[in-house]
């Protein structure tokens, strides 16, 4: 027990001791090593003293400084409250040793120099933390130091610090020179210039970073009032930064200086600085600094000999961003500013009375690495002001007009302006070369001025053009806003077309209308960009198929995709021969197997035919509509392998191009040489057949297999439309003109062919002498002896909707094709209904079944095409869909299931 309450009286009396404020002891061998509370005494250690604190150390100033008449060096955990006096003078110079150093509250009013610290030679820290908090002195209200400051590491942070000259630190004849660490000043003010640092000397920044918040001096230099500031040496580069917010001066808000030197590897940020007078972010002019009992030595300027005064010079990355000052130059102002190579410069947001970015009184030279002005405004010279200006890779975004003014010289080159309702260049002298105004604007070059100005309504200027002028004015460039076109939402940049509409490069006014809507999706024209058919089309109305695709051969409006691959080719060959091969083959057994009993194959056959002869332009124009392409677009290649039955019933609405075929062959692509296609496979067939079995079996063949698709094939060169009103000039265009045919051979022949058919079977039909013939028993067999001539009135009917669908596409004239197909189907239910033609009921009510239906999704797809509701559409859309594929598969099954039947009964009998 008395062992322990002898240790608790021990550790009491320690701590008695510690908080016992003492007077500061001797410095006995040249170090002074202090643990607890101290206050200063008057007098002076006479010698070189270390100073090192244990951790609690503090020292009050009371009733003077720590004074040392030589050099010092401060080590450790040390904190120094002030009294109303200095807190440490040092009359030699003073090294930080590992600090962790605080002066708290040094100084007052009646302090000349350095109310924390007073250095009368160097200052040099190279690790550890110095803070300095709330000093105040006339001249550096934390730290004054007479020759030199070195800060080779650590971090010194001055905070509240106040004076008349160097709010924070004054540097008298020697300079600042940062090589790393961290300097940072926050809330310091000077009643006269430099808020927070005040040099007659140069602060020379070669690594490390420094920072000024919320700094502010009446006269000038919100945060630096000095001779040079300089980032790195030029012989070197060197990573260097320094950032400047919230400072606040008369002029210069940030910086006032002779000289401002930034080289290569290093950053420069202001953001928020003012000025009430000249330059929110720099000030650089040569003049006189404030009276003041300090005089510095002009041996170290001999530096800047070969640079001259009041000059920027810029060569790592410049950022001011709203920065303001009252009178000019919201970002700089200077006589002399030069960018050099790899550098940039950039002002966002800076505004002034007079130019708004940069003002330069004698030279402003942008001529190399890049510089931007964003949202930089001014009364007079958003940009830039100067007499001489060379700028080159400029932007100007969102800036005032006029944004750069010379008053003698300006050389504008790889200058672009950005956004900007007007621009203007103002220079007596004025050459310029890849200047660019932006889109939506016009432009006009005169001898004093280049000026740009936004397109007003209706009109625009889709292009950035270049702008040129020569050095004797000969050569220039004055861009007008164009009428905006028809058909189309006008913007002053940009032509958003509506679909269906169109526009070529060369003549933007001017609108066409394209044959096929679903070609033209509504393309746009913005600069860079030029976008106005679909995939697969080109030229003026998209009407003419790319290099990649066809047209298909019953509308040369529509263009396929050619196959790349050699399988595909060949898989499509195969198809195009199979296609015609199959229903001829399907035909003409029927024909030469007919006997006075019917054979319910050909009834299927031909019922077969006539319904997909409706449901194949009724399908595609279900595909070719627009809601089709905005909602099932997806579906599209499955579709296109579902509906290839169509294809067999209807070989003119294959989906396979000839012009393709000859493609893949090796041919030449012509009107002759397609024609010449087409026709090869259905004429080899007919006289194949006529020499195997008899010429008018072949005939018959021929004409229902085939006869439509002749038709198709002439017709279509019938097809003309206008890309323009007639009465703006609008052509007439025409498919026979573009294959050098005459139009009446054309008409004579499609209605020669389309009449020549059906006579030629109602005279086979009516010559008593064929009746015991196979194509007789083929033609009237499955009819009553009263309507033996149907089988005429269903050629007639597939005659005149090829004719109808070749004449009319559906990619020009939707709603007259439909509306045609929708008549043609209304009279033949009509008489269908009325006179029951066949003999068989059965057959009758297949008959009408398949009219019903074909005239039910000609109705749905006229509704589908009005229809406004996209859902409505949609199931609509799906509805038809059903209805052309789903009959077409099983009236093919109901025909291969017949002939199957058919051919067991012929082996078995």
């Known amino acids: 027990m008395l062992v322990v309450a002898a240790v608790a009286a021990a550790l009491v009396g320690a701590e008695r001791v510690h908080d016992v404020v003492r007077d500061i002891p001797d410095c006995a061998g040249g170090v002074l090593r202090l643990n607890g509370k101290y206050r200063t005494t008057p007098r002076a250690f006479a010698e070189n003293c270390t100073v090192i604190g244990q951790p609690g150390t503090e020292i009050e100033a009371r009733p003077g400084s720590l004074h040392f008449l030589q050099g010092a060096r401060l080590q450790g955990h040390l904190r120094f409250i002030g009294a109303g006096v200095r807190c440490v003078e040092a009359e030699g110079s003073l090294e930080f040793v590992n600090p962790d150093i605080e002066f708290v509250d040094c100084g007052g009013s009646g302090v000349d120099d350095g109310g924390a610290l007073y250095v009368e030679e160097t200052l040099k820290i190279s690790n550890g933390n110095v803070s300095f908090r709330n000093g105040t002195a006339s001249f550096g209200g934390c730290l004054f130091v007479g020759d030199d400051l070195f800060m080779e590491g650590g971090r010194m942070i001055f905070q509240g610090c106040r004076g008349e000259d160097g709010g924070s630190l004054y540097v008298l004849r020697g300079h600042i020179n940062q090589s790393g660490g961290s300097l940072k000043f926050a809330d310091s003010h000077a009643i006269f210039s430099g808020g927070a640092i005040f040099t007659h ?39 260097a930064a320094m950032d400047f917010q919230l400072c606040r001066s008369g002029d210069g808000g940030a910086v006032r200086a002779d000289y401002f030197i930034q080289n290569l590897g290093t950053r420069m940020h202001f953001q928020d600085c003012s000025a009430t007078r000249s330059g929110g972010a720099l000030h650089i002019s040569k003049w006189p600094l404030p009276e003041s009992k300090h005089k510095g030595s002009k041996g170290f300027r001999k530096k800047y000999a070969l640079v001259n005064p009041s000059t920027v010079a810029v060569a790592g990355r410049f950022h001011c961003e709203r920065c303001t000052a009252v009178h000019s130059g919201g970002g700089i102002k200077a006589l002399f500013v030069k960018a050099s190579r790899h550098s940039f410069m950039s002002f966002h947001n800076c505004s002034a009375g007079s130019a708004g970015g940069i003002w330069a009184g004698r030279s402003l030279l942008l001529s190399d690495g890049r510089s931007e002005f964003v949202n930089t405004t001014a009364a007079y010279a958003s940009a830039a002001y100067s007499s001489t200006i060379a700028l080159l890779r400029t932007e100007l975004h969102r800036t005032t007009a006029p944004q750069i003014v010379a008053e003698e010289v300006a050389k504008l080159r790889t200058v672009t302006f950005v956004d900007n309702d007007e621009v203007r260049v103002v220079a ?15 432009s ?29 004015g000969s050569r220039s460039l004055t861009r007008r806003c164009l009428l905006g076109p028809d058909g189309a939402i006008v913007g002053s940049a940009e032509i958003q077309m509506h679909p269906g509409y169109m526009v070529e490069l060369s003549n933007l006014s001017r609108s066409f209308l394209c044959p096929n809507r679903n070609a033209c999706y509504g393309g746009e024209v913005r600069n860079g960009s030029f976008h106005m058919c679909a995939i697969g089309y080109e030229g003026r109305g998209c009407a003419t198929c790319s290099s990649s695709h066809g047209p298909s051969d019953g509308n040369f409006n529509h263009c396929l995709r050619c196959a790349a691959n050699p399988t595909q080719q060949y898989t499509q060959i195969a198809q195009f021969v199979l296609e015609d091969l199959l229903i001829f083959g399907m035909s003409a057994a029927g024909v030469t197997h007919a006997t006075g009993k019917t054979k319910e194959s050909s009834i299927f056959t031909n019922q077969f035919m006539s319904f997909v002869a409706v449901a194949s332009p009724v399908l595609l124009a279900v595909r070719e509509s ?38 893949y062959l090796g041919l030449p692509v012509t009107s002759t040489s397609r024609l010449f296609l087409l026709l090869l496979i259905p004429v080899c067939l ?50 026979y003109a573009k294959a050098h045919l005459s139009p009446w051979i054309l008409l004579g022949i499609v209605a020669a062919m389309s009449f020549a058919g059906p006579a030629l079977w109602a005279m086979l039909i009516r010559d008593k002498a064929n009746s015991d013939s196979h194509f007789f028993l083929y033609l009237t067999a499955p009819y009553k002896d009263e309507f033996k001539w149907w089988e005429v009135t269903r050629l007639v009917r597939k005659t005149l909707l090829a004719i109808l669908c070749a004449v009319f596409p559906i990619t020009l004239h939707p709603l007259t094709q439909i509306t045609g197909i929708s008549l043609v189907m209304l009279v033949t239910l009509v008489l269908e209904i009325e006179v029951q033609p066949y003999k068989h009921e059965m057959w009758n009510r297949s008959e009408r ?17 009005a229809a406004e509701n996209v859902s409505l559409g949609k199931g609509l859309m799906l509805v038809v869909i059903s209805l052309t594929i789903v009959p077409s598969y099983v009236q093919l099954s109901r025909i291969l299931v017949e002939l199957v039947r058919e051919r067991a009964g012929q082996t078995q009998t």
């Open 428 to 442: 007596p002298e004025l050459t310029a070369s890849n200047v660019r105004c932006g889109p939506g604007m016009s």
């Open 686 to 735: 007919v006289l194949a057949l006529a020499v195997v079995k008899d010429p008018r079996s072949a005939l018959v063949v021929g004409v229902n297999c085939f006869l439509p698709k002749l038709c198709m094939c002439f017709g279509q060169y019938l097809v003309c439309y206008r890309m323009e009103p007639e009465h703006l000039g609008g052509e007439l265009v025409c498919e």
């Open 444 to 472: 006009n070059v005169q001898d004093f001025s280049l000026e740009c100005s936004r397109c007003q309504a209706g009109y625009t200027q889709t292009t950035d053009l270049e702008i040129f002028q020569s050095e004797n």
């Open 201 to 239: 000397s140069n602060f020379l920044q070669t690594g490390g970073n420094a920072s000024f918040r919320n700094c502010s001096a009446a006269f000038s230099g919100g945060a630096i009032y000095g001779y040079a500031l300089e980032q790195c040496n030029r012989s070197s580069p060197c990573e």
């Open 849 to 865: 079944f398949l009219s019903m239906t074909s005239m039910f999704m000609v109705i749905i797809a006229l509704y589908h095409r």
């Open 626 to 663: 627009e809601s089709f392409h905005e909602t099932l677009e997806d579906l599209d290649v499955y579709l296109g392998h579902m509906s290839s039955v169509l294809d067999i019933g209807e070989p003119s609405a294959s989906g396979i191009c000839t012009a393709c075929l000859l493609g």
